[in-house]
């Protein structure tokens, strides 16, 4: 078993893993703060460290058809949401390569 090594994020506010307190995403990388989540409230972020992809498949979202991979916090491996990886509509390119993460597994941490 290899040690793990995390990430950490230099930042006024970061949000982290609510199980684990691994650092996922910054609050500058905030794209949309109007998404919903399986869980409820979900944030739209350019950028996520510290968590790995599962499986790509297509989901009917309530924006149309995707393609999307559930993110994992690599520490203590929950699923914190979803990444982007394909959509459909034109409509809706913007958010390739974008990370859905739900406010229910994530907490705020402000220096
Ligand atoms: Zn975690």
Redesign the pocket.
């Known amino acids: 078993m290899g040690r793990l090594f995390l990430r950490y994020l230099d930042g006024p506010s970061v949000y982290v893993?609510s199980?684990?307190?691994?650092h996922l995403c910054m609050n500058d990388e905030i794209i949309s703060k109007h998404f919903h989540g399986r869980y409820g409230k979900a944030y739209l972020f350019n950028k996520a460290v510290n968590v790995s992809n599962g499986p790509l498949e297509e989901r009917q979202l309530m924006t149309g058809l995707h393609v999307v991979c559930d993110v994992y916090?690599v520490?203590?491996?929950?699923n914190?949401g979803w990444k982007y990886k394909e959509a459909y509509a034109t409509t809706e390119q913007y958010k390739v390569g974008k990370f859905c993460l739900e406010m229910t597994k994530l907490k705020k941490e402000t220096m």
Not at 19 to 22: F, I, L, P, R
């Open positions: 893993c199980n684990c307190n691994s916090c520490n203590c491996k929950s914190v």
